[in-house]
């Protein structure tokens, strides 16, 4: 079954590249539960609760991961739809849908000519060069409905670490770390997982390398709280941070995770300019 309004007016012609399509069950699973807890209120509201999985991979084990998460602490008619370029991995997902809460389709940062109010785009930008980032948040944005957001970022193979943005009709809004503490070594080591438009720029001098340092400074001077368990550690790294000066948008629930989230402004690239201007 094709996504609902894929082909409007003729053919939507995929815009993007096939992925490396790796994947793993639960690997997206520390930024689906941050998507169920903060953009919660924004699927509640919407008229058509319609979220896209772009670039889900040679397995849909994540898009219906996905849908399952957000069913239960969301809505349960809210409907995810997976996108991706390779017409096999699409015709592979099949036995896995569920019409009309889980579908899957054909498409790329078009979206397919959907609507949607939340796309999750994750692992699928690290491949291509930075110049090309902004014009993907550009074509991806301009599809969704009113008040609508991406979230695009990078994880590991096993979902241990990883890093995203929120991102909007004007541009990214925050940038979020994430780890497994009980596998931490540093912060150091989230540099790896820095989203496309990040990790070419932590380099000293950039807001993104402060905070990283900043981070790995708070977990070394927190050590001693490690004796209390790594999230107790990680907290006292956050709130260390946090009392820097660095604007640090989440609260301790969320640092109980392993997460911390700031401001984008705080880490933008020199140079960095919004995706559109605000109207």
Known sequence: MPPAGAGRGGAVRPVGAVTRGTTTPNRLRRVDNWIAATCGDLLRDAHDPLVVDLG???SPVTV????????????????????EIDPVRVAAAAPAADPPWLVFGRGG????????????????????????????????????QPGGVLVEGTCDELGRLACWLLVDATGPRSLTLAARLSTLDSP??????????????????????????????????????????????WRRT???????????LDRPARWRLGEVTVAWPAVAPPGDSPVREPR
Do not use: S
Request: net charge positive; aromatic share 8%.
């Open 64 to 83: 219906v991961e996905l849908r399952a998460r957000l069913a239960a602490a969301v809505r349960p008619d809210v409907r995810v739809v997976g996108l």
């Open 109 to 144: 940062f078009e979206l397919a000519g959907l609507r949607p109010v939340l796309v999750r785009a994750f692992n699928v930008l690290r491949q291509y060069a930075e110049p090309e980032v902004a014009p993907a948040w550009r074509t991806m944005t301009g599809a969704l």
């Open 238 to 248: 956050v709130e260390a941070v946090r009392a820097a000066g660095w604007p640090v």
């Open 188 to 233: 150091a080591t989230l540099a790896e997982r820095l989203p496309k438009t990040l990790i070419h720029h932590n380099v000293p001098g950039t807001g993104v390398h402060a905070l990283i340092r900043a981070l790995e400074e708070g977990w070394r001077d927190a050590a001693p709280y490690a004796t209390f368990g790594p999230r107790q550690r």
């Open 56 to 58: 889900y991979g040679a």
